[in-house]
């Protein structure tokens, strides 16, 4: 069956390793806006992460933001979807993980506004400088788990120094087992922790759905193991050659381009080519 849309994860596949959009790959997504064929970014991004790469690469569609948890649309502004974690959740996952790992710190995703422990080290910016409407963004302070824990979230971090990524993902996940959906897109051991049922796939099935596709009808690219499930779940899935093994093991095809040499500028482009013959 023809595919009608692309789902592509953002960081390590569309954007570049400096989190730069390159002008090849800003002219494939208009091009294919021009044609009429599909693309939903898919990401574990917040949703306060993604004015800078609307920005930068035009493109005002919808969202599936947080790693499948809130589905937003950019034109609007509006959040379509939200699948939390609830307090008694957050409650049961952080007690289980600092039993099993006594040196993990926490930290908790609203989309919105962000929340952290003392000890929790940050690998990246955790807001953009301004907001949306040019205001200065607030500078979030460290506190109790307990404190932040009390409403709830998008998604959970968990961070262990020193572990070895693939090594605490397989733990974590055997230990959350049902209660919670366990995965990770940095290179170092930081966990990524959402509502049970909640992955890039279910949130791109969902926005599908709405559109009146099916998975035999969608692609998808990525590059770490957070993108897996809906590489699994799209009818034609391709990995970027700096994808994390296991990623490029899942999907049917490795591009043999990098996300710095625009891959997913030159899967549009074949698609594109494709969709119009």
Same mark, same amino acid.
């Given at each position: 069956?023809?595919?009608?849309?692309?789902?592509? $994860?953002?960081?390590?596949?569309?954007?570049?390793?400096?989190?730069?959009?390159?002008?090849?790959?800003?002219?494939?997504?208009?091009?294919?806006?021009?044609?009429?064929?599909?693309?939903?970014?898919?990401?574990?991004?917040?949703?306060?992460?993604?004015?800078?790469?609307?920005?930068?690469?035009?493109?005002?569609?919808?969202?599936?933001?947080?790693?499948?948890?809130?589905?937003? *649309?950019?034109?609007?502004?509006? +959040?379509?979807?939200?699948?939390?974690?609830? %307090?008694?959740?957050?409650?049961?996952?952080?007690?289980?993980?600092?039993?099993?790992?006594?040196?993990?710190?926490?930290?908790?995703?609203?989309?919105?506004?962000?929340?952290?422990?003392?000890?929790?080290?940050?690998?990246? *910016?955790?807001?953009?400088?301004?907001?949306?409407?040019?205001?200065?963004?607030?500078?979030?302070?460290?506190?109790?788990?307990?404190?932040?824990? $009390?409403?709830?979230?998008?998604?959970?971090?968990?961070?262990?120094?020193?572990?070895? %990524? *693939?090594?605490?993902?397989?733990?974590?996940?055997?230990?959350?087992?049902?209660?919670?959906? +366990?995965?990770?897109?940095?290179?170092?051991?930081?966990?990524?922790?959402?509502?049970?049922? +909640?992955?890039?796939?279910?949130?791109?099935?969902?926005?599908?759905?709405?559109?009146?596709?099916?998975?035999?009808?969608?692609?998808?690219?990525?590059?770490?193991?957070?993108?897996?499930?809906?590489?699994?779940?799209?009818?034609?899935?391709?990995?970027?050659?700096?994808?994390?093994?296991?990623?490029?093991?899942?999907? $049917?095809?490795?591009?043999?381009?990098?996300?710095?040499?625009?891959? +997913?500028?030159?899967?549009?482009?074949?698609?594109?080519?494709?969709?119009?013959?």
């Amino acid at each position: 069956m023809t595919v009608k849309l692309l789902a592509t $994860d953002l960081d390590g596949t569309l954007l570049r390793s400096d989190n730069t959009i390159s002008d090849a790959t800003k002219d494939a997504l208009a091009s294919a806006e021009r044609a009429g064929f599909g693309v939903v970014f898919v990401t574990g991004r917040p949703t306060r992460w993604l004015w800078e790469v609307a920005d930068a690469s035009g493109y005002t569609g919808v969202v599936v933001a947080a790693n499948g948890a809130i589905t937003f *649309d950019l034109a609007t502004e509006q +959040v379509l979807h939200e699948h939390s974690l609830t %307090p008694q959740t957050l409650a049961s996952v952080t007690r289980t993980l600092r039993d099993r790992f006594p040196d993990v710190y926490f930290a908790v995703d609203f989309g919105h506004d962000f929340a952290f422990e003392e000890g929790y080290t940050h690998d990246w *910016d955790i807001n953009t400088v301004l907001d949306r409407q040019g205001r200065p963004s607030p500078i979030p302070l460290p506190g109790l788990l307990d404190d932040m824990i $009390d409403r709830p979230a998008a998604k959970l971090l968990a961070k262990v120094r020193d572990a070895h %990524p *693939d090594e605490l993902l397989a733990s974590a996940a055997e230990l959350l087992g049902d209660t919670a959906y +366990v995965t990770r897109s940095a290179t170092s051991g930081l966990l990524e922790i959402s509502a049970s049922g +909640v992955t890039k796939a279910a949130g791109l099935a969902r926005h599908c759905q709405s559109l009146g596709l099916t998975a035999a009808e969608v692609a998808a690219v990525g590059d770490m193991p957070n993108d897996i499930p809906m590489l699994t779940w799209a009818g034609r899935s391709y990995a970027v050659a700096n994808a994390h093994p296991s990623t490029q093991q899942a999907a $049917d095809e490795v591009l043999t381009a990098t996300n710095d040499e625009d891959a +997913v500028a030159g899967l549009v482009a074949a698609l594109l080519r494709e969709w119009t013959e």
